[in-house]
């Protein structure tokens, strides 16, 4: 197959006739495809219908600290909700604080509160006269959205196969005290699916900010959303809680995990997990805040997924949908584009996302394209602070929620999309 950067202005025209042509059949075919988040599907959420319909209530509402689930109390979490999250996450059920029904929350809350009131007795940030986040791009579009709407300034860190760039991180966090915070997604991260090596998790962990009040905020949303039974090496990630304590920084951290793509995406339970001393100055937030959070859910969940051994197992169910759908995705990629040199990818080995990096100064086109003929995409820019791609390249694509043979028919869209554009760039 011959590369588009090898044809002729005669080729690309002939070939840009073409396209156009079958372009247009996809505007009168009338496609709406919705592909901009990463959305369970019905099918996934069905995994979790027993949640509703079919646990065994008839053994009563009394926790194991003996506390009634559909009282008031317990503002941290019912103790059987705060194990089954660290087991999760392999941590200590004294390191987990359980929340509602999302991680995202949680965060936005820990920014508000250091915002208002400080950070283990330093001044309020939003007393300080600059902030500064760091952030690893491409990233969740979700995080950049909270600090900037605390007035925050982010500051770029470029991803590498291993993590983020940690010799900028290192360069930021041990000499700028504006430096307060950094956001990861350290397993199959959103959205290249690149899992952190052990030697970034230790330099995570042997961090020395220049600023008592720095924290990495460790949004390990895909800890166990694997595509493969057999979880790839490379994806194994250190504990970060326990590399911090090692490296005499216990209070460094605040992690984040949910059960939004493990059972319902709208109802599931969250938690932070962090040292003793952190997690104490959270409560005394919390017990002003909330008198508690939806302990019958919490239950449920327990009682549904019971230990980490059954959130496994229920995770193979979900990936058993979601794999011949990120295999639509790669194959389309490496049959339409990679040959004609239009851009490149990570192959992911678990998470909800694809990012494909389109030929420089198209995925702006790319995307509105897609969307008139039909395809939703995530905005170009999204995974970017301020929205702002300096090389108009990433673009995420989110396959979870069309059905397989409507992401075939998605991606046909898309792959003539970027053919679009790249001819009418350089033509």
């Given at each position: 197959?011959?590369?588009?950067?090898?044809?002729?202005?005669?080729e690309?025209?002939?070939?840009?006739?073409?396209?156009?042509?079958?372009?247009?059949?996809?505007?009168?075919?009338?496609?709406?495809f919705?592909m901009?988040?990463g959305?369970?599907?019905?099918?996934?959420?069905?995994?979790?219908?027993?949640?509703?319909?079919?646990?065994?209530?008839?053994?009563?509402?009394l926790?194991e600290?003996?506390?009634?689930?559909?009282?008031?109390?317990l503002?941290?979490?019912?103790?059987?909700?705060?194990?089954l999250?660290?087991?999760?996450?392999?941590?200590?059920?004294?390191?987990?604080?359980?929340?509602?029904n999302?991680?995202?929350?949680?965060?936005y809350?820990?920014?508000?509160?250091?915002?208002?009131?400080?950070?283990d007795?330093?001044?309020?940030?939003?007393?300080?006269?600059?902030?500064?986040?760091?952030?690893?791009?491409p990233?969740?579009d979700r995080?950049?959205?909270?600090?900037?709407?605390?007035?925050?300034?982010?500051?770029?860190?470029?991803?590498?196969?291993?993590g983020?760039?940690?010799?900028m991180?290192?360069?930021?966090?041990?000499?700028d005290?504006?430096?307060?915070?950094?956001?990861?997604v350290?397993?199959?991260?959103?959205p290249?699916?690149?899992?952190?090596?052990?030697?970034t998790?230790?330099r995570f962990a042997?961090?020395?900010?220049?600023?008592?009040?720095?924290?990495i905020?460790?949004?390990?949303?895909?800890?166990?959303?694997h595509?493969?039974?057999?979880?790839?090496?490379?994806?194994?990630?250190?504990?970060?809680?326990a590399?911090c304590?090692?490296?005499?920084?216990?209070?460094?951290?605040?992690?984040f995990?949910?059960t939004?793509?493990?059972?319902?995406?709208g109802?599931?339970?969250?938690c932070?997990s962090?040292?003793?001393?952190?997690?104490?100055e959270?409560?005394?937030?919390?017990?002003i805040?909330?008198?508690g959070?939806d302990?019958?859910?919490?239950?449920?969940?327990?009682?549904?997924?019971k230990?980490?051994?059954?959130?496994?197992?229920?995770?193979?169910?979900?990936a058993d949908?979601?794999r011949?759908?990120f295999e639509?995705?790669?194959?389309?990629?490496d049959e339409?584009?990679?040959?004609?040199?239009?851009?490149?990818?990570?192959?992911?080995?678990?998470?909800y996302?694809v990012s494909?990096?389109?030929?420089?100064g198209?995925a702006?086109?790319?995307?509105g394209?897609?969307?008139?003929a039909g395809?939703?995409?995530t905005?170009?820019?999204?995974?970017?602070?301020?929205k702002?791609?300096?090389?108009?390249?990433?673009?995420?694509i989110?396959?979870?929620?069309p059905?397989?043979?409507?992401?075939?028919?998605?991606?046909?869209?898309?792959?003539?999309?970027v053919?679009?554009?790249?001819?009418?760039?350089?033509?």
């Open positions: 197959m011959k590369k588009y950067t090898e044809m002729s202005p005669v690309l025209k002939e070939e840009l006739e073409t396209l156009r042509s079958t372009y247009k059949g996809f505007e009168e075919a009338g496609f709406e919705n901009a988040r959305k369970p599907s019905p099918a996934q959420l069905d995994l979790s219908e027993d949640i509703i319909n079919n646990l065994p209530w008839d053994k009563g509402y926790t600290s003996g506390d009634d689930v559909r009282n008031y109390g503002i941290d979490g019912i103790p059987e909700a705060k194990k999250m660290a087991e999760m996450l392999e941590c200590d059920p004294l390191q987990v604080v359980v929340f509602g999302a991680s995202l929350n949680i965060m809350d820990v920014v508000d509160w250091a915002f208002v009131f400080g950070i007795g330093e001044k309020p940030w939003g007393r300080q006269e600059s902030v500064k986040f760091l952030c690893p791009v990233g969740y995080h950049f959205s909270i600090t900037e709407g605390f007035g925050i300034e982010m500051i770029n860190i470029p991803m590498t196969g291993s983020p760039d940690m010799d991180v290192e360069k930021y966090v041990n000499n005290p504006t430096v307060k915070g950094i956001w990861c350290p397993k199959y991260s959103n290249q699916g690149i899992s952190y090596s052990d030697e998790v230790r042997a961090l020395t900010p220049a600023a008592k009040d720095f924290r905020f460790w949004d390990n949303a895909y800890c166990v959303h595509l493969y039974d057999d979880e790839s090496r490379q994806d194994r990630i250190l504990n970060i809680l590399e304590e090692k490296a005499g920084h216990p209070d460094m951290v605040y992690q995990a949910s939004s793509k493990i059972t319902f995406a109802s599931g339970i969250s932070m962090s040292s003793v001393k952190n997690l104490d959270i409560r005394t937030h919390l017990s805040q909330t008198i959070y302990k019958i859910n919490q239950w449920r969940h327990v009682k549904f997924l230990n980490r051994a059954g959130i496994e197992e229920h995770m193979k169910k979900h949908i979601l011949p759908k639509v995705v790669m194959k389309k990629l339409e584009l990679i040959p004609l040199g239009l851009g490149s990818y990570r192959r992911p080995n678990g998470g996302f494909y990096e389109a030929p420089a198209t702006k086109d790319i995307v394209k897609a969307k008139a395809v939703v995409m905005g170009a820019g999204a995974p970017f602070p301020y702002k791609d300096p090389d108009d390249s990433v673009i995420r989110a396959p979870s929620y059905e397989v043979d409507e992401l075939e028919k998605a991606m046909d869209v898309f792959v003539c999309c053919k679009l554009a790249y001819i009418e760039k350089h033509i």
